[in-house]
């Protein structure tokens, strides 16, 4: 094979037939997911009530999930409409590191997300005291700057390979499908940190599982019926985030190992990378009577706020 050492673009998945369809499907998952997610921001923002460490960390998830799907899907439908497969190689460099570093964000998020409604289940008296703002601001910061040495760790990782080929049969930057392309043996240097990263990840869903595992044992020594449906309702919605999550974790490993890439792979594809962050605010607005209640405020306020300008 020919050596690329300095190739200057990658050619992502041909989205040559409906591509119409393909355009409108990702316009309408991308709108989704953004006006979810600046929904929630604007209201726990805005109504007072919500400044709590749990909104407080809802509105850190939701900036991250706003950044994840930014970095992946205005690319595409740009392809889509200029009939074009082409990324720049700074551009490919860029996706993976924005695409790890906003994901990492999430599992972190989530991970403090369970550790929060344990102590406010299991803990309540000292709520307070251990999830003050102090506390919450730093585990949010720890968690976004683990998350940047974790993108850029990954981002150095696979762009330190010697590419002999420059056709990623994905419609992003995906790390499998370029390290695929590679011809040296560096490729094995992110192979080891990627299984490091699902052992990490791994890591992760066992601390959120055995975390539920004490506060529904918590719960069910709780007396009343109501107190138990009380405290379950404030985790419901973080139990359902992180189950899809786990879903479609479990989905992408689950891809077909083919050389090429098929309408299925990019399928799945779309599953865990897109999915999850556009599900997400519409799954805290549904199952919390807070968000509904400040949603409603601020629905109220703008509709309001229009009459008067007209």
Not at 159 to 187: G, H, M, R, W
Not at 279 to 303: C, G, Q, T, V, W
Request: hydrophobic share 50%; net charge neutral; with cysteine.
């Amino acid at each position: 094979m020919s050596n690329f050492t300095s190739i200057s673009t990658f050619l992502l998945w041909e989205f040559s037939e409906q591509r119409e369809l393909h355009f409108f499907l990702f316009l309408a998952m991308y709108l989704a997911t953004i006006m979810g997610n600046l929904l929630i921001i604007v209201a726990v923002a805005l109504d007072h009530h919500l400044h709590t460490p749990m909104y407080f960390f809802l509105t850190n998830l939701a900036m991250a999930d706003i950044g994840s799907v930014s970095v992946l899907i205005p690319k595409s439908m740009v392809n889509i409409l200029m009939n074009s497969r082409f990324i720049s190689y700074s551009g490919c460099v860029a996706q993976v590191f924005f695409y790890f570093f906003f994901a990492a964000s999430d599992l972190s998020l989530l991970t403090v997300m369970a550790h929060d409604r344990y102590v406010a289940i299991c803990n309540p008296l000292q709520y307070e005291t251990i999830m003050h703002r102090g506390a919450c601001i730093q585990m949010a910061t720890i968690g976004w700057i683990l998350s940047l040495l974790y993108a850029i760790v990954h981002t150095s990782g696979t762009f330190a390979n010697t590419f002999c080929s420059n056709a990623v049969d994905q419609f992003f930057c995906e790390i499998p499908k370029l390290l695929k392309l590679s011809c040296s043996e560096i490729y094995l240097v992110e192979v080891g940190l990627l299984l490091l990263s699902c052992i990490i990840v791994l890591g992760c869903f066992i601390f959120i599982i055995v975390t539920y595992m004490q506060i529904f044992s918590t719960v069910l020594r709780i007396p009343s019926v109501h107190g138990q449906k009380k405290a379950l309702s404030t985790c419901l919605p973080h139990l359902t985030v992180v189950s899809i999550l786990i879903f479609s974790a479990v989905i992408a490993n689950a891809r077909p190992p083919t050389n090429a890439s098929s309408a299925l792979d990019i399928a799945l594809a779309v599953i865990y990378t897109v999915i999850p962050p556009m599900l997400n605010p519409f799954i805290y607005s549904m199952r919390n009577k807070d968000i509904k209640i400040a949603l409603l405020k601020l629905l109220d306020h703008s509709s309001k706020t229009l009459c008067r300008g007209l």
